[in-house]
Every structure is written in structure tokens, then in C-alpha cells.
């Protein structure tokens, strides 16, 4: 492992550092913060390779640490200071191994003093009505009979993710994929309920991409052949051709899940450019891949990626039925064809 030093941009509040992230070796970084003041504190950081980064925040305080999360780029994390203490805060954080060297920036914005507001009039704005609840959020009331078997699977399934996303047992997003994802997903469930959501070939054939790569990778969660859910043979000898063949068999599905990423990335589904939470969904799902797969290799607790896999594996197959279900219910923009290879 090797250990970095952080060069500072800016010191300022915010706080703005570089990351250098190499090629196979894990790296760590320790950041000392003076916090001075209760107060709300917020990290974000973004790096441009695929590689799974750990925080964690120290109090001064032994005990429990005030955050850990690990999480693919970007990420982002808000809590507040109640007790800053007489000590540094330490904020520690490691990057796991990985073939992808990268680059990227983490910035701090620490508590400041508190400000004192000055009393202003109140104006009409502040008696205006308050809008109603954002439709994302709510459950879609009782469906007509008349309406499409496909949309009102669409509309079960996006409403069984929504639970999941806002409802009263809702986890923290490490990804940072989920609210995004839930508002895209609603709004296409409210187009498909006015027979008006069209999505071209591509699109639905990512949609299509992405739920089978997690109904794969849930299979080798479920798995009960020895080389894929382990453990490997105490015997070294056993153990080293357990550990050849176990990748022998989990290779060709990180490979695809490589592929699936570059789709979510690129111009295949040109009209879902602007949807970033695709790209960190796909993440999310090689994240919990490799728990799945380093879990037969030394056990649940020291697999890398347990945090993302153990909050993130009910949202994600949540959010393949939901996928799958959106790309039977919609159909291709008017005028669009789709050309088919003549049979050899």
C-alpha cells in the first residue's frame, strides 16, 4: 500500500485538494481539519477512473467514527458538528487496488462562525401557497382497468423502488444514484400512463443491458456451486486452483459489466447523455459484483465493498424489474426503424 500527501489549491474555506490515484497499488491520504465551530460540514470529491475510494471522519472523540462511506465517483457526504473539541479532526481515505490509475479533486467546506441574521419585512412571497408534494415522490393512485398490462407493471415496479428510495426505511446512497434514477424512472411511468413515453432502441436496449447484467450478478450472489460462492480449500495447492478456476468463472461477467459501463458512458443511447446516474448505477452494480466475488474468496467481513453491496443490492434489483418493465412499456419515437441483419 502506499501512502499519499495531498497538495492544497486553496486555503480557504472551502478547502480544495488534488488526488492522484496509480495504476494496481491501493493508496491512503490523512487529512488533519481544524474545526472550529458546531455547524454543518460537507465533503465532496470526484475522480475520472472506475477505482471504489473510503472515507471515514474521526472525531477527536474515540469511538465511532462520524462517517464511512465507500463509494464510486462522485461522491458526496453532509453531516453536522455538534461537539468540534479542543483536537483535529482526521478525515482518512483509501483507495482499493485497481488496474485504472486516475486523477481528481476533494473539496471541504468546513463550519464557520455563526452569523447573526438581520430581521427583514416580510413580503408576499412569504404568504404564497406551498406547491404540492413533487409527484416523484408520491404513490400513483388506483389504475383504471383499461389500462396496459406492460405500464401497470411499470408502474408496480416503479412504485416498489420508490418504497425503497423514500419511504420510512430508506438508506444512505453511497452511489449517489437513487434519487435521480427515481425521478427519471416516475416521470417515464407518468409518460407511459399517457401512452406518451418513447424511448429509441438504444435506450431501451440499455435499460434491457443493465437489468440483465444485475439478474447475473444476483445469480452468483445466490449461487451454490462451490467455485463460485467458496470457500476455497484450506490446502494451498487446492486453494490456488480454486482461487484460478473461481476467476475463470467470474470473469466473463465482470467483462460484460465492463462493457455495459462503456454503453452508459459513450453515445449508444445518445438521448440519455444527460442522465449521469446511469454511469453511477453501473458502477454500483461492479462495486457489489466484486463484494459478491471477493465474499467466497475470504469471507463477508473482509470483502472489499461490503458497505455498498449490504445498502445497495434491495435498490438495485429494485431498479432492474423497474428497468425491464420500462423497456417493454414504452415504444421507438414515430418514423424510427430499426434495421435488422440479414440471416447468414
Not at 500500500?1 to 497538495?7: D, R, V
Not at 454511469?279 to 459478491?292: D, G, T
Request: proline share 10%.
Amino acid at each position: 500500500m502506499m501512502a499519499g500527501l495531498l497538495t492544497t489549491t486553496l486555503m480557504a474555506d472551502p478547502l480544495k485538494y488534488d488526488l492522484e490515484i496509480p495504476s494496481h497499488d491501493s493508496i491512503s491520504y490523512e487529512l488533519e481539519l481544524d474545526i472550529q465551530h458546531p455547524g454543518p460540514i460537507h465533503i465532496e470529491a470526484n475522480w475520472d477512473c472506475r477505482r471504489i475510494v473510503t472515507f471515514r471522519l474521526q472525531s477527536p472523540q474515540a469511538g465511532r467514527p462520524a462517517m464511512r462511506r465507500s463509494s464510486p465517483s462522485p461522491f458526496g457526504f453532509t453531516t453536522n458538528i455538534v461537539e468540534p473539541g479542543d483536537a483535529p479532526w482526521r478525515l482518512s481515505i483509501y483507495v482499493m487496488p485497481g488496474s485504472e490509475p486516475g486523477v481528481g479533486e476533494l473539496t471541504i467546506q468546513l463550519p464557520g462562525p455563526p452569523l447573526i441574521p438581520t430581521p427583514a419585512e416580510p413580503s408576499a412571497k412569504d404568504f404564497a401557497p406551498r406547491p404540492a408534494g413533487e409527484p416523484w415522490k408520491t404513490r400513483v393512485a388506483d389504475l383504471p382497468e383499461t389500462t396496459p398490462v406492460a405500464v401497470a407493471q411499470l408502474v408496480d415496479s416503479v412504485e416498489r423502488f420508490r418504497r425503497l428510495v423514500v419511504g420510512p426505511d430508506a438508506a444512505p446512497d453511497s452511489c449517489r444514484w437513487q434519487l435521480d434514477g427515481l425521478r427519471f424512472l416516475a416521470q417515464a411511468r407518468d409518460q407511459a400512463l399517457r401512452n406518451d413515453a418513447k424511448f429509441d432502441f438504444g435506450s431501451r436496449e440499455l435499460f434491457r443491458t443493465i437489468a440483465k447484467d444485475i439478474a447475473g450478478v444476483d445469480a452468483m450472489r445466490r449461487s451454490d456451486d462451490p467455485l463460485v460462492s467458496g470457500p476455497p480449500p484450506a490446502d494451498p495447492g487446492l486453494s490456488h486452483a480454486w482461487n484460478r478456476m473461481h476467476r475463470d468463472r467470474v470473469q466473463p461477467l465482470e467483462a460484460q459489466l465492463d462493457r455495459t459501463y462503456d454503453l452508459a458512458t459513450g453515445d449508444y443511447a445518445a438521448e440519455l447523455t444527460d442522465q449521469t446516474w446511469l454511469p453511477r448505477l453501473v458502477s454500483c452494480v461492479v462495486a457489489s459484483q466484486r463484494y459478491f466475488s471477493d465474499r467466497a474468496r475470504v469471507g463477508p467481513v473482509k470483502a472489499i465493498n461490503r458497505e455498498i453491496a449490504l445498502d445497495q443490492w434491495d435498490r438495485l434489483l429494485a431498479v432492474s424489474d423497474a428497468l425491464e418493465d420500462l423497456s417493454r412499456a414504452t415504444t421507438p419515437p414515430e418514423g424510427q426503424t430499426i434495421q435488422l441483419s440479414k440471416p447468414r
